[in-house]
T-cell receptor
Framework: DVKVTQSSRYLVKRTGEKVFLECVQD?????MFWYRQDPGLGLRLIYF???????EKGDIPEGYSVSREKKERFSLILESASTNQTSMYLC???????????FGPGTRLLVL | GQSLEQPSEVTAVEGAIVQINCTYQ??????LSWYQQHDGGAPTFLSY????GLEETGRFSSFLSRSDSYGYLLLQELQMKDSASYFC??????????FGAGTRLFVKA
């Protein structure tokens, strides 16, 4: 059974804190993605990675960075959290069949 | 630009059939997908239409008409467990998928 896991289900952080969200997949997928999900806006792509140490900006990369040091692991970093980054963050991966995305359970982040 | 529109909410009765529509604007795409997301859960892949027409997977079917820029997800023999949000998504190639805002389906007894 394919599996994408995320390090936390819920996080509460203060404005200005550095936040790390981690995602691990066990499907040996090349491609990994970070989305944020907000009511009425659907899923918006923050960053993606198509190989170890490779990353590309998505549609809303401002305020975020990513790291992919190992194939199975993709981290999202909020360098200085702000209240407008309060959201649900979803990690996903794809293999050769790129039109099918496998999602993790999400991390609900609250920035106070 | 590229965008997808779907109704924000749909309500149906257990045992009935419900259709969730998705209209889109895009300059080009490879196919239309549907995902299901239960409250607090991960979106899970349901179906993918690369070609026009109907794709059937058990109680769920998905349809695409490129000429009408339109697709739908059809759920038959509705069950309470089908209460969830449903997202349509355009695969535009490479690493890019554009998601709709989602339709929340309420199934009543």
């Amino acid at each position: 059974d394919v599996k994408v896991t995320q390090s936390s289900r819920y996080l509460v952080k203060r404005t200005g804190e550095k936040v790390f969200l981690e995602c691990v997949q066990d499907m040996d997928h090349e491609n990994m993605f970070w989305y944020r999900q907000d009511p009425g806006l659907g899923l918006r792509l923050i960053y993606f990675s198509y190989d170890v140490k490779m990353k590309e900006k998505g549609d809303i990369p401002e305020g975020y960075s990513v790291s992919r040091e190992k194939k199975e692991r993709f981290s999202l970093i909020l360098e200085s959290a702000s209240t407008n980054q309060t959201s649900m963050y979803l990690c996903a991966s794809t293999g050769q069949v790129r039109e099918t995305q496998y999602f993790g359970p999400g991390t609900r982040l609250l920035v106070l | 630009g590229q965008s997808l529109e779907q109704p924000s909410e749909v309500t149906a009765v257990e045992g009935a059939i419900v259709q969730i529509n998705c209209t889109y604007q895009t300059s080009g795409f490879y196919g239309l997908s549907w995902y299901q997301q239960h409250d607090g859960g991960a979106p899970t892949f349901l179906s993918y239409n690369a070609l026009d027409g109907l794709e059937e997977t058990g109680r769920f079917s998905s349809f695409l008409s490129r000429s009408d820029s339109y697709g739908y997800l059809l759920l038959q023999e509705l069950q309470m467990k089908d209460s969830a949000s449903y997202f349509c998504a355009l695969y535009t190639g490479g690493f890019k998928t554009i998601f709709g805002a989602g339709t929340r389906l309420f199934v009543k007894a």
